[in-house]
């Protein structure tokens, strides 16, 4: 196995335990968001702290300023995230935030002018609708409808930023920075808004440590290590499968159940995902057929000469 193909599975591991705190995060229904993200960010960062600490040690002001606006971007989504679910239904607010995919190669375009292929596009707008019919549980317009979409535009650029800053230190330092960065600013809003509190039962203690070491502290180190291979469009596609996950654990574990048409909707998600990949693997064959062909041109332009 290459390492695209790797750290694409790693990835696709993300989104699974990402699916499975959606049902993880009820028994925490008590909890403000602010207060949640300041301990799953700040235990994150603590946990994956030792593993990053001589490569923190070594980096420059530019390193450390990328990570904090890696981390800026990343807490202004889970603000408008957090807030926005509050004032609309969990189907918009799903199917908005899955727009990053559309957004991702908009932002890339202006950033850097960096193209998407014909497939990649197919690929998206396919995800995209079995996004839509796995979120169908009838849908109407809300006010917190525009706070999920600008989350959306934020998660897209956190990709972005990702995939096109320049880190000298390693992909777990560049993590523990973002980490941080989010769990710092979370305890501001929290404390600021006197919403912070102590987890009061061990239940609750222990599955705020698990959201922490899986869903925040090994995710975030996964995406930003994998973001160094895979690009910043097929990260977005990837991350699409996060709602199929969720969908999975919630019925085994708490009981949700999917209509054929939400099922629907997540074989088009993952069929998406599929002609995606189709687009990578064509790109690298021809890639190759064009590094070969010009082997044999060269090759003939000697013999003849």
Same mark, same amino acid.
């Given at each position: ?20 705190? *959606? ?5 925490? &229904? ?32 530019? =390193? ?16 408008? &995230? ?20 559309? *957004? ?16 990649? $596009? ?26 999920? $979409?600008?989350?959306?535009? *934020? ?22 920075? &973002? ?72 019925? *085994?574990?708490?009981? =949700?159940? $999917? ?23 064509? &790109? ?22």
């Amino acid at each position: 196995m290459n390492r695209s193909k790797f750290w694409s599975f790693a990835l696709v591991v993300v989104t699974a335990i990402w699916g499975w705190s *959606f049902v993880a995060k009820h028994d925490l &229904q008590g909890t403000a968001a602010s207060c949640l993200n300041s301990w799953l960010f700040l235990l994150g960062g603590v946990s994956l702290l030792p593993f990053a600490f001589k490569s923190l040690l070594r980096i420059g002001r530019k =390193d450390w300023l990328l990570g904090i606006v890696a981390g800026f971007v990343l807490f202004v989504a889970f603000a408008f &995230q957090t807030t926005g679910i509050q004032l609309t239904s969990p189907s918009n607010a799903g199917f908005i935030t899955g727009l990053a995919v559309v *957004f991702t190669p908009m932002i890339l375009y202006f950033v850097s002018g960096e193209k998407t292929s014909a497939l990649q $596009l197919v690929g998206a707008v396919i995800a995209l609708a079995g996004l839509a019919l796995l979120s169908a549980r009838g849908f109407e317009f809300h006010v917190g409808d525009l706070l999920i $979409l600008v989350c959306a535009v *934020f998660f897209a650029s956190h990709i972005v930023v990702l995939s096109k800053g320049r880190f000298s230190g390693s992909p777990l330092a560049f993590a523990v920075i &973002q980490l941080f960065t989010v769990g710092v600013l979370s305890l501001a809003w929290s404390v600021g808004e006197g919403e912070f509190t102590v987890p009061a039962d061990v239940d609750s203690q222990m599955v705020v440590v698990l959201l922490a070491l899986l869903s925040t502290a090994f995710a975030y180190a996964v995406q930003t290590k994998a973001q160094t291979v895979i690009s910043a469009q097929k990260v977005a596609l990837i991350l699409l499968a996060e709602p199929v996950f969720g969908g999975v654990f919630g019925y *085994f574990l708490a009981g =949700d159940r $999917l209509s054929s048409i939400n099922l629907l909707g997540a074989g088009l998600i993952i069929f998406g995902m599929l002609i995606s990949e189709l687009s990578s693997v064509n &790109q690298l064959k021809f890639l190759r057929f064009k590094g070969i062909s010009g082997k044999r041109h060269v090759e003939n332009e000697q013999n003849a000469s």
